[in-house]
């Protein structure tokens, strides 16, 4: 497919300053009558024609200032249509459409699910309802006229306010919205349905009533109380860390069942995969309350970070999602506890990101080209983008960060803005040259941060040299290192070092030698707390040295980290004798500090995952082996652990309390379950018996279903009554049904391949609802590497099949699903082989979509 640069963006040549729509809703024929008030851009090129955007319309009627467009002056293509000499002044051009919301599989553009209309614009769904200048530097405001049967679609929304509503006729009715905030054409949305919803008033900093809803299936409106509360509260949290507040008089936030990703920030009205809305204590677990809250505060705070100041251009993304992952995470660590949600953010870029930059789909932050602007939704982007925020802020110190931020907003607002926009607010507020910071947007790959220690007894100093080294030739990028040293009893605060400021060296070479002085004895290093980089560090350190971090050292992540790293050598170079000692080490972790903080005790006991494992490794990766180490280690840990997992155990059970889905009673939850699941892998049989206990005590979804998992990889008679008696509990709730295919699909057995098949026969599943082909399909490419990735290649080739069948019917959701093959080239011989003839089958499919067709080019080049 061919590329679009970065290099070649130039300005439209019109813009459209007001869009007025009439929407008639109908399961198979919906009309749009769209009104464009266009004019030519001064700053676009003077004699272009115009030419607007369209994909699968059905070009009902056209006028221009209400006379015809005289046949020779138009053309009409799948792509769009273009005006070959439109007028050079103010002009008004309507268009009638036609589009199928039923037959819409794509889920861009208008679709309806489970009976519900609803929109997904972004990136480029608008130009599926009617044509379009579809470019986010073309903002306009809106007035949205609905019409739809009564009785099929009694809620009608759209963005902005609600301005009026009435009958038409004996059974239909309309509303009408109106935007005032420019908008790009990929903030669009309306929904019509029948919905059941909550609300309530929030009272902005500014003194403006928001009435506030959650819109769900009629039934499930107690499903929405979490989700409403966590808006009020990103509501707040934005007015009082970014000075921001919502500038509209309703908020309106809609669940739908079918849907590409997680949700969408349409202005005033967002629209969320309903996996990310609804919640009671008996279908959602800790996570999804915790997703739920974070995904309510993204698309929320999107308002202004994305909507209010928006892109420019897509090769700006990351300007609005980096910055916005950043704020949702700064949100989650307010509202729980910012050392343990760190280290989660630290868990899933390494488990995302760092692989897709060590592998073929690898991009900078800021993509110079793209073939299919859909495939480059990403982990880089997304979280890398957001590591760049914060090490802006480590930078130049949270003061001058915010004052950035403000004139970010004020300098922007109401425009479409590129990344230079946004770093001149900090240079402006802090009179510093970000011109090499800048590089983190544009160098793609993981730098290494190689470290190395001598210390001198004799003159008490500790010399630290630091290098960095790139995946790609350049100028060396600006590496914020938070450090210190920790000797045998604890940090050692005495010590001093001209070139640390705050705790903090700035790299902005290619090495640097650090000395510190006043060294009393023989330190180890803590480096990159608080994971002050995302860069992988090469530090070696002995066992022993680590373990006094995790003992002794007063940066969190790093106590994390240094548990880690131990496991992580055990992985890949077993030793009994050095797992006993990491045993005994985690035992006195434990015995003083578990009941203390047990979130961070249960990210203690979790070790490194296995693709982690297969990541640190450059090449010939074999999944088989990484399992078996990784259980034997665990086996191990569980059998030396035994005594006090039980007593941690014991003393977590809940009783009879009720649930809260708080981030303490979640961390006990989670300790106790990661004690359970550890003492299963040391004793199997009396694993099974306790899980299987544990499900029948079950009050809650969070620890039937963290049995649930445990009993799943013990094979065995209990497991299968456990699983078939869980999926008849459930059989009427989809989004726990997801959980069971995604814990079945996981199990590391052979037969999983049989089970997977009989499952996509299951009543429950459809390859038309992204939940469920992700829940199945999905959790196997991503979470079972020995099965996904099995030498006889059966295991790609069931997610080949799968990727090749959706093709036709939803290309976005098929080319995310190919991305697991993104690390084949680093596995052992047969199975990289076995990758290679999959994805060549697949290539072979003629007509595939260009997101497949990118994805697999990039993933084959
Ligand atoms: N902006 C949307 C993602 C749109 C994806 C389009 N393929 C959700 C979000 O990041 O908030
Ligand atoms: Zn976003």
């Not at 209309?117 to 405001?141: H, K, N």
């Not at 018996?689 to 029948?696: F, P, Y």
Request: charged fraction near 25%; aromatic fraction near 8%.
């Amino acid at each position: 497919p061919p590329l679009i640069r970065l290099e070649d963006y130039r300005p439209s040549a019109f813009l459209i300053d007001r869009v007025d729509l009439d929407i008639r809703l109908d399961p198979h024929a919906a009309r749009i009558t769209a009104e464009l008030a266009l004019r030519p851009n001064p700053e676009g090129d003077a004699d272009a024609p115009l030419h607007l955007d369209g994909d699968d319309l059905t070009l009902v009627a056209i006028d221009l200032d209400g006379a015809g467009v005289a046949p020779g002056d138009l053309t009409v293509e799948p792509s769009g249509l273009t005006l070959r000499n439109p007028p050079r002044r103010p002009f008004v051009l309507r268009l009638v459409t036609q589009v199928d919301p039923t037959a819409n599989t794509k889920l861009m553009g208008l679709y309806r699910t489970d009976g519900v209309y609803c929109t997904q614009c972004e990136a480029d769904g608008f130009r599926r309802i009617t044509y379009f200048l579809d470019r986010p530097d073309v903002m306009s405001v809106y007035t949205t006229r609905i019409e739809a049967n009564r009785e099929e679609a009694p809620v009608l929304l759209g963005n902005g306010n609600p301005v009026e509503a009435g009958p038409v006729g004996e059974d239909r009715h309309y509303a009408v919205w109106h935007d005032p905030h420019p908008k790009p054409a990929y903030l669009f949305a309306i929904v019509g349905g029948r919905l059941g919803k909550v609300e309530t008033t929030f009272r902005t900093m500014e003194g403006r009533d928001v009435t506030c809803a959650v819109y769900v299936e009629p039934g499930r409106e107690d499903r929405a109380g979490y989700a409403l509360d966590a808006v009020i509260r990103s509501m707040e949290w934005d007015e009082r860390a970014f000075g921001r507040a919502y500038d509209l008089d309703v908020f309106n936030v809609v669940a739908v069942s079918a849907f590409n990703m997680g949700a969408m920030e349409n202005k005033g009205l967002n629209i969320f995969n309903d996996k990310y809305v609804l919640a009671v204590p008996d279908t959602a677990t800790d996570a999804d309350y915790a997703a739920i809250e974070a995904i309510i505060a993204h698309e929320y705070f999107h308002n202004w970070s994305g909507n209010r100041v928006t892109c420019r251009d897509w090769f700006q993304l990351c300007l609005k999602e980096g910055l916005t992952v950043f704020r949702d995470q700064e949100f989650s660590s307010d509202m729980r506890s910012r050392p343990v949600h760190r280290i989660g953010e630290v868990r899933s870029l390494r488990a995302r990101q760092f692989p897709e930059d060590a592998g073929p789909l690898k991009h900078p932050v800021r993509p110079n080209a793209y073939a299919e602007i859909n495939n480059f939704y990403t982990a880089t982007v997304y979280d890398k983008g957001a590591e760049i925020v914060r090490m802006l802020r480590t930078l130049i110190g949270g003061a001058a960060f915010r004052a950035g931020m403000d004139r970010y907003f004020a300098d922007n607002d109401g425009t479409a803005a590129t990344v230079e926009d946004f770093l001149a607010a900090f240079a402006t507020v802090t009179g510093r040259d970000l011109s090499a910071f800048a590089r983190w947007y544009e160098r793609p790959g993981t730098p290494k941060l190689s470290a190395s220690g001598r210390y001198d007894p004799a003159a008490r100093t500790y010399t630290l040299r630091l290098a960095q080294i790139l995946t790609v030739e350049g100028p060396p990028l600006v590496i914020p290192v938070a450090l210190g040293l920790v000797g045998a009893k604890g940090p050692m605060t005495d010590v001093t070092c001209a070139a640390v400021t705050d705790g903090v060296f700035i790299l902005d070479r290619d090495e640097a030698e650090l000395v510190f002085e006043n060294v009393a004895e023989e330190p180890v290093p803590s480096l990159l707390r608080d994971f002050s980089a995302p860069v992988r560090l090469d530090l070696s350190l002995t066992d022993e040295q680590r373990l006094r971090l995790l003992a002794r050292d007063s940066d969190p992540f790093n106590r994390w980290q240094a548990a880690q790293d131990v496991a992580m050598r055990l992985i890949l170079d077993p030793d009994p004798a050095r797992a006993e000692a990491f045993a005994e080490a985690l035992g006195t972790f434990l015995d003083g500090e578990a009941l203390a903080d047990p979130a961070f005790a249960a990210l203690v006991l979790a070790l490194p995952t296995e693709g982690e494992a297969a990541d640190s490794l450059p090449s010939d990766v074999d999944p088989d082996a990484i399992h078996q180490a990784r259980r034997d280690l665990r086996a191990r840990l569980g059998r030396a652990l035994r005594p006090r997992l039980e007593r941690i155990d014991a003393s977590l059970s809940s009783g009879k309390e009720a649930y809260s889905p708080d981030a303490a009673s979640a961390g006990r939850r989670a300790l106790r379950n990661a004690a359970l699941d550890l003492i299963a892998a040391g004793d199997p049989q009396a694993g099974a018996a306790l899980a299987t206990q544990r499900l029948d005590a079950a009050t809650n979804m969070t620890d039937r279903l963290a049995a649930l998992a445990t009993i799943a990889q013990i094979p065995g008679e209990a497991r299968e009554a456990a699983l078939t008696a869980f999926g008849e509990r459930y059989a009427q709730e989809p989004l726990v049904l997801d959980k069971w295919f995604a814990i079945q699909a996981t199990i590391a057995e052979p037969e999983t391949l049989d089970r997977i098949a009989r499952l996509k026969a299951h009543p429950a599943f459809s390859m038309t609802n992204p939940n469920r082909v992700r829940a199945l399909v999905g959790s196997f490419s991503m979470a079972n590497p020995t099965q996904f990735a099995r030498a006889d290649g059966a295991g790609f080739a069931l997610v080949a099949d799968v990727v090749k069948a959706l093709d036709s019917t939803n290309p976005q959701v098929a080319a995310r699903l190919l991305t697991a093959f993104g690390s084949w080239r680093r596995l052992e011989k047969n199975r990289r082989v076995a990758a290679a003839e999959m994805l060549n089958r697949i290539k072979a499919v003629p007509g595939l979509s260009r997101d497949v067709a990118d994805i697999l080019g990039r993933t084959l080049k």
